[in-house]
């Protein structure tokens, strides 16, 4: 079993930035074959996925973020990064990391292709 715990949400005006972390412990040893992907729910919405990574390290995004976030792992840490610029007030939710066994292509973004998932963190953004 691998745990994720998230950290980093918090408040920021519109225009900000803040830099969210997701902590994998447990069973770790494999986590560098885990594709790790950001999503996000807000209140009353579907849960979404914003951004993604492969164990190659190769990023895909959603278009709302395109340009604005960047997602970044270090697996010697087992540490998920979401650096998110240039925040907009349809950037509050709460966000989750998420693990799932080599996850790729169109699947990228379904949350039921991933096993492992953090507590959540809030992200509100102010206009």
């Known amino acids: 079993q691998m745990q994720l715990v998230d950290s980093g949400g918090g408040s920021a005006q519109a225009g900000g930035s803040l830099r969210l972390s997701c902590a994998a412990s447990?069973?770790?040893?494999?986590?560098?074959?885990?594709?790790m992907t950001w999503f996000r729910q807000a209140p009353g919405k579907e849960r979404e996925g914003v951004a993604s990574i492969d164990s190659g390290g190769s990023p895909i995004y959603a278009d709302s973020v395109k340009g604005r976030f960047t997602i970044s792992r270090d697996n010697a840490k087992t540490t998920l990064y979401l650096q998110m610029n240039t925040l907009k007030p349809e950037d509050t939710a709460m966000y989750y990391c998420?693990?799932?066994?080599?996850?790729?292509?169109?699947?990228?973004?379904?949350?039921?292709?991933?096993?492992?998932w953090g507590q959540g963190t809030q992200v509100t953004v102010s206009s």
């Open positions: 998420a693990a799932g066994w080599q996850v790729t292509g169109r699947r990228i973004f379904t949350a039921n292709e991933y096993n492992y």
């Open positions: 447990g069973y770790t040893w494999t986590y560098r074959f885990y594709t």
